[in-house]
């Protein structure tokens, strides 16, 4: 099982452009979770999608980011335009009977 | 708000000794409460977890402790290790029908040799 595969795992950016990061879940997992881990935090919910439905986006800031979970497998996470203070790690994780289980992360970085 | 609280935020130990990471959280109805650890540059990973229908697991040298009343939860690591050198998170479902963690901040835990 290859797990939960998140790409890129490096981002640089300047300020004001796009980015996008993309995760694939483990096979079955219905559930999937999009965090924001902070250096020196815990991640923090950014969206959960049920299948392809966005059950809970109340965390995300919605006039710069968005997700979408076409077909209810692969998701994308887009950050347009980026902001100094959007330098984290993003996590995807998805879950199913057997837990949680967390992608390497992208580390994103704003210059 | 719903949160949970995580106790020290960073603790060093002789190797061999014992460590305790201690968290509240603030929903009565949270139900299951894992516990990861994250190396750094790496991606969280459960070590042990714990549902609100039972007080205590234990697994080797690990062992997760539960206070429903009190609304707290504890990590217990024994006989440590170097390689137990690491940030773990403790973490609770909260909220009704949210299916999301929430996290807690973290303890660096340091093992001397």
């Known amino acids: 099982e290859a797990g939960v595969v998140q790409s890129p795992r490096y981002k640089i950016i300047e300020k004001k452009q796009p980015v996008a990061f993309w995760c694939n879940p483990i096979s079955g997992h219905n559930t999937l979770y999009w965090y924001r881990q902070n250096l020196g935090q815990g991640p923090e919910l950014l969206i959960r999608y049920e299948n392809e439905e966005a059950v809970d986006d109340s965390q995300l800031p919605k006039d710069r980011f968005s997700a979408e979970r076409l077909k209810g497998v692969d998701s994308t996470l887009k950050i347009q335009p980026a902001e100094l203070g959007d330098s984290a790690v993003y996590l995807c994780?998805?879950?199913?009977?057997?837990?949680?289980?967390f992608g390497s992360g992208t580390r994103l970085t704003v210059v | 708000g719903e949160n949970v609280e995580q106790h020290p935020s960073t603790l060093s130990v002789q190797e061999g000794d014992s460590a305790v990471i201690k968290c509240t959280y603030s929903d009565s109805a949270s139900n299951y409460f894992p516990w990861y650890k994250q190396e750094l540059g790496k991606r969280p990973q459960l070590i042990i977890d714990i549902r609100s229908n039972v007080g205590e697991k234990k697994d080797q040298r690990i062992a997760v402790t539960l206070n429903k009343t009190a609304k707290h939860f504890s990590l217990h690591i024994t006989e440590t290790q170097p390689e137990d050198s690491a940030v773990y998170f403790c973490?609770?479902?909260?909220?009704?029908?949210?299916?999301?963690?929430?996290f807690g901040s973290g303890t660096r835990l340091q093992v001397q040799p």
């Open positions: 994780a998805s879950s199913g009977a057997g837990g949680y289980t």
């Open positions: 973490a609770a479902h909260l909220g009704a029908g949210r299916r999301a963690l929430t």
